[in-house]
């Protein structure tokens, strides 16, 4: 039984071995698959990995740096560097995630609640001013006509 240990942990480490230099080169492939996206051969990772949903300029810089990937060729990936590729973008919140956001607050619309309503009507629903603040939501502000200021004294 301690053979068979021995001979399955180096059958392990060589199948690491060979997945560490393994190279799609030789393989013509159109694109790779990264998030649930294609992402092009012919375009540089950097702006590559932007066909993801959820991934701008700012993650995909963040991911490849994380990784120490420079902006190369996606077709120029080893094979060990496309599975951290597809590790690290697994780790940030995109795709199908910040869909299922979207769906919640529908849901919530729908629903008819409280915050329901405040994001049906645009205006901030977790307890905030908006006597004086939340213009972020409520929008610029609207001059209301036939209102005139008191003349100063």
């Given at each position: 039984?301690?053979?068979?240990?021995?001979?399955?942990?180096?059958?392990?480490?060589?199948?690491?071995?060979?997945?560490?230099?393994?190279?799609?080169?030789?393989?013509?492939?159109?694109?790779?698959?990264?998030?649930?996206?294609?992402?092009?051969?012919?375009?540089?990772?950097?702006?590559?990995?932007?066909?993801?949903?959820?991934?701008?300029?700012?993650?995909?810089?963040q991911v490849l740096c994380g990784l120490g990937i420079t902006n190369k060729l996606a077709r120029d990936l080893t094979?060990?560097?496309?599975?951290?590729?597809?590790?690290?973008?697994?780790?940030?919140?995109?795709?199908?995630?910040?869909?299922?956001?979207?769906?919640?607050?529908?849901?919530?619309?729908?629903?008819?609640?409280?915050?329901?309503?405040?994001?049906?009507?645009?205006?901030?629903?977790?307890?905030?001013?908006?006597?004086?603040?939340a213009r972020t939501k409520k929008g610029k502000r609207v001059a209301i006509a036939g209102k005139k200021k008191a003349?100063?004294?």
């Amino acid at each position: 039984m301690l053979g068979l240990r021995r001979s399955a942990a180096t059958l392990f480490d060589h199948s690491q071995s060979l997945l560490r230099n393994l190279s799609f080169h030789g393989l013509r492939v159109q694109g790779i698959r990264v998030g649930n996206a294609e992402v092009p051969n012919h375009k540089p990772l950097k702006t590559g990995l932007q066909e993801v949903y959820g991934i701008g300029r700012r993650k995909s810089h963040q991911v490849l740096c994380g990784l120490g990937i420079t902006n190369k060729l996606a077709r120029d990936l080893t094979g060990k560097e496309l599975i951290d590729l597809r590790e690290e973008v697994g780790m940030h919140q995109h795709g199908d995630e910040l869909e299922r956001v979207g769906s919640e607050i529908q849901r919530l619309v729908e629903v008819d609640c409280y915050r329901g309503s405040r994001h049906r009507h645009g205006m901030p629903c977790r307890g905030q001013r908006t006597k004086t603040n939340a213009r972020t939501k409520k929008g610029k502000r609207v001059a209301i006509a036939g209102k005139k200021k008191a003349p100063r004294k």
